[in-house]
């Protein structure tokens, strides 16, 4: 366990000049999107399988907290694809490794430059969402049972 | 393939290297390849489905709606595939930096293969045999059972 606790540590040590923080962050976002993945094209598959449980959970990732990891999961996967991208190029054209540490800037300029407005549209609309059901007088803090979707 | 030898200042010098064609380097060449199409793919599916559309008002009905079209269903299909076999082999990948025993390794590889194949054959037969109307019938007595 120590060592794993190393590992991390040492992992995330800023060792400059070579875009690591980049790596950690393209690392942190693959992760992150593959576990969601998982969980979303197992759970996709009950729209065929399963209709009643697929409802039910699209119902539950409405709760905010889900509704926060999916702009969480917007930001992963905008970074991993433009960090990806850098690191194609990169990896095929060894005469721009030059240019190396100014890639690594453009590829974070270029997350925050698209995430930015994308990330603050989702909250408003997350917002909004929570606003008009408390106007009817209900809740996004709702947690769908599942006993009464598999009824 | 290119490769740089030697870095001095603001000089790149690089010299064509042969390359061993070994499944690592398909596997390499994969990420990249992959990578590629999942930028339209995978940011496509998320500003679609996450942007003009939204999860807060998704519904059964939603889903039977748009997976009542083919070249949705390929969209989806192709995406399985990429995004499925590009995380697991990011994870493979990711795993070999940290567990060096060729033992362990092995049944990593073989259990994420077999995770892979699973996954793509499960949701690929759910997706290619999603019925738009059982769904919306489905749905129907959803809403009987919840009173709406």
Redesign the interface.
């Known amino acids: 366990m120590s060592s794993l606790l190393l590992t991390v540590r040492e992992s995330m040590r800023y060792r400059g000049r070579s875009g690591h923080y980049s790596w950690v962050a393209h690392r942190i976002s693959g992760l992150a999107i593959l576990f969601f993945l998982v969980m979303h094209v197992w759970d996709t598959a009950n729209a065929h399988f399963y209709p009643p449980l697929y409802a039910w959970s699209l119902e539950l990732f409405k709760f905010p907290l889900f509704a926060l990891g999916e702009i969480g999961l917007m930001a992963a996967v905008l970074y991993h694809a433009f960090n990806g991208i850098r690191i194609t190029l990169l990896d095929f054209k060894p005469e721009w490794w030059k240019h190396q540490a100014k890639s690594a800037t453009i590829s974070w300029g270029l997350f925050f430059l698209i995430f930015t407005p994308i990330g603050l549209y989702m909250v408003i609309e997350l917002i909004s969402r929570c606003n008009e059901l408390a106007a009817e007088g209900a809740t996004c803090w709702t947690i769908p049972s599942l006993a009464s979707y598999l009824r | 393939m290119?490769?740089?030898v030697g870095?001095a200042k603001?000089k790149?010098t690089?010299r064509q290297v042969r390359i061993q064609a070994n499944r690592e380097r398909y596997a390499y060449l994969f990420m990249?390849m992959s990578?590629?199409a999942?930028?339209i793919l995978?940011?496509g599916h998320?500003?679609i489905q996450?942007?003009l559309n939204?999860?807060?008002?998704?519904?059964?009905l939603f889903?039977a709606d748009q997976?009542n079209s083919w070249g949705w269903k390929a969209y989806d299909m192709l995406l399985?595939v990429f995004?499925?076999v590009h995380?697991?082999n990011?994870?493979r990948n990711?795993l070999e930096d940290?567990i060096h025993n060729p033992a362990t390794t092995l049944w990593i590889n073989r259990f994420l293969i077999v995770f892979a194949i699973l996954?793509i054959i499960?949701?690929g037969?759910?997706?290619a045999?999603?019925?738009s109307e059982?769904?919306r019938a489905?749905?129907e007595?959803?809403n009987q059972?919840?009173g709406q």
């Open positions: 290119t490769t740089v870095t603001h790149v690089i990249r990578g590629v999942l930028l995978a940011v998320m500003l996450h942007v939204s999860s807060g008002n998704l519904t059964l889903v997976w399985l995004a499925v995380g697991l990011g994870l990711v940290y996954t499960w949701a037969i759910g997706i045999s999603f019925d059982a769904a489905a749905q007595a959803l059972s919840l």
